[in-house]
């Protein structure tokens, strides 16, 4: 079982920009799998914000689409959320997520340990 160790969340204002990591410790698990990204707010369902497959192919929630950008460095087995003109409501905790599928959400066979990001106004 891959497990995925998340870095980047914080503390930053309307309109700036934070970067997510996802490093996964298997590589061989990390090349078989689609990766993306959950987020929950409070008091909110987790939702799927980015999913990038194991071809290299990007898929994006509607609110995020033009702001957010996935990527992958296969080298380093490692997963990143690029995230600009952050607003408020991006304010969640996000998820690393990885399965061969990880949509819908049961799909998803491993979860990041969430981070915390908050935009405030």
């Known amino acids: 079982q891959v497990q995925l160790v998340e870095s980047g969340g914080g503390l930053v204002q309307a309109g700036g920009s934070l970067r997510l990591s996802c490093a996964a410790s298997?590589?061989?698990?990390?090349?078989?799998?689609?990766m993306g990204w959950y987020r929950q707010a409070s008091g909110k369902q987790r939702e799927l914000v980015a999913r990038i497959t194991r071809g290299g192919s990007t898929n994006y929630a509607d609110s995020v689409k033009g702001r957010f950008t996935i990527s992958r460095d296969n080298a380093k087995n490692t997963v990143y959320l690029q995230m600009n003109s952050l607003k408020p409501e991006d304010t969640a905790v996000y998820y690393c997520?990885?399965?061969?599928?990880?949509?819908?959400?049961?799909?998803?066979?491993?979860w990041g340990q969430g981070t915390q990001v908050t935009v405030s106004s």
């Open positions: 298997s590589g061989s698990i990390f090349l078989t799998n689609n």
């Open positions: 997520a990885s399965g061969i599928a990880i949509t819908p959400i049961d799909r998803v066979r491993t």
